[in-house]
């Protein structure tokens, strides 16, 4: 009997498109910045039900550097046990600064689970309607990702109506 064994030297990197194009009628366009967090605000919050995990609100401003640059002030809403590493974040981030040269704001949302340092039932759309200025139509979806070294990433597929 023989098995498939994959090369273990083998890495493959890269960035995947979807294939065909999107509602604007033209390939969705990838931007991928860093960020920084400060201004954090930690609000005081006495749930009326009390659940199996604490949860919290805090308003913090992100400033992000790349393909996306500008600010943005996000509202943060979580379930979660800090000790365990175990629950569910909710935020709404609005933007203002500029996506690949284009100037305007707009307003995202993202959310995730989380056990230990993994992360599962991630969700992030641009919100319908939010852009403004150059940026206004925009459409798409939002990833945050954190490299081992602790750097944190915004990726951000998106459209533009009249093309990206």
């Known amino acids: 009997m023989t098995s498939f064994r994959p090369d273990s030297d083998v890495i493959l990197t890269g960035t995947f498109y979807p294939a065909g194009v999107g509602a604007a ?3 969705p366009m990838l931007s991928t910045c860093t960020f920084t967090t400060s201004d954090v605000d930690v609000t005081d919050y006495a749930p009326a039900i009390a659940t199996g995990l604490p949860s919290g609100h805090l308003r913090m401003t992100k ?21 365990r590493g175990v629950g569910t974040y909710v935020a709404l981030e609005s933007f203002e600064g500029t996506v690949d040269g284009r100037r305007g704001a707009f307003a995202f949302a993202h959310a995730a689970s989380t056990s230990g340092t993994d992360r ?11 852009g403004t200025a150059e940026l206004a139509g925009i459409t798409g979806t939002v ?22």
């Open 25 to 27: 009628g033209v390939a």
């Open 63 to 83: 400033t992000y550097a790349g393909d996306l640059a500008g600010r943005s002030v996000t509202q943060f809403t979580s379930a979660f046990d800090q000790e």
């Open 120 to 130: 599962f039932n991630e969700y992030g759309v641009i919100v319908p309607e939010s």
């Open 143 to 164: 990833r945050l990702r954190i490299d081992a070294d602790g750097t944190h990433f915004l990726d951000v597929e998106y459209e533009l109506p009249g093309g990206a």
